[in-house]
């Protein structure tokens, strides 16, 4: 039973070593319409129900939409973020909280988009959360979404 723990702990330490950071990126997280509130604020509703983001909190009157963690185990969007690498093959996931500001900012409404994902990585009974980065990918979706439904 010793052994096993030992050579668990070895392969654990021997294997973060071949862990890569995530890439850093510049992304483009803002975005201006030429559009009333109204119109941008119910596209931007539409969108996270169109995306699967189920809505958390909601509050017009300060412009914010949040989430709260959302598991994308299985759904295909690994292309959203970059968590680098592990350095072993282990279960994991990728998880996602979001929050979007939408204001009116003189003749324009501007809508920033916020993103902070994890992967959420099990090695030996032991969960370990890693911060990951968004690729902009995600973004750039909910611009070219709500931009299709303001007529942008």
């Not at 803002?30 to 509050?59: G, R």
Request: with cysteine.
């Amino acid at each position: 039973m010793r052994k096993s723990g030992l050579l668990l702990v070895i392969l654990a330490v021997a294997c973060a070593g071949c862990a890569t950071a995530p890439a850093p990126r510049t992304i483009i997280n803002a975005f201006s319409f030429s559009t009333s509130l109204d119109t941008v604020w119910s596209a931007t509703v539409e969108t996270f129900a169109e995306l699967n983001l189920p809505i958390d909190n909601m509050e017009k009157d300060s412009g914010l939409i949040t989430t709260d963690w959302i598991n994308f185990t299985g759904t295909g969007n690994k292309e959203w973020c970059d968590c680098g690498g592990l350095g072993i093959a282990v279960e994991n996931s990728r998880r996602g909280k979001f929050n979007v500001f939408v204001k009116q900012t003189g003749a324009t409404v501007s809508v920033r988009v916020n993103c902070q994902f994890q992967q959420v990585a099990s090695l030996g009974g032991t969960v370990v959360n890693r911060e990951c980065v968004s690729t902009g990918s995600l973004e750039s979706r909910i611009n070219s979404l709500i931009a299709s439904k303001v007529g942008n």
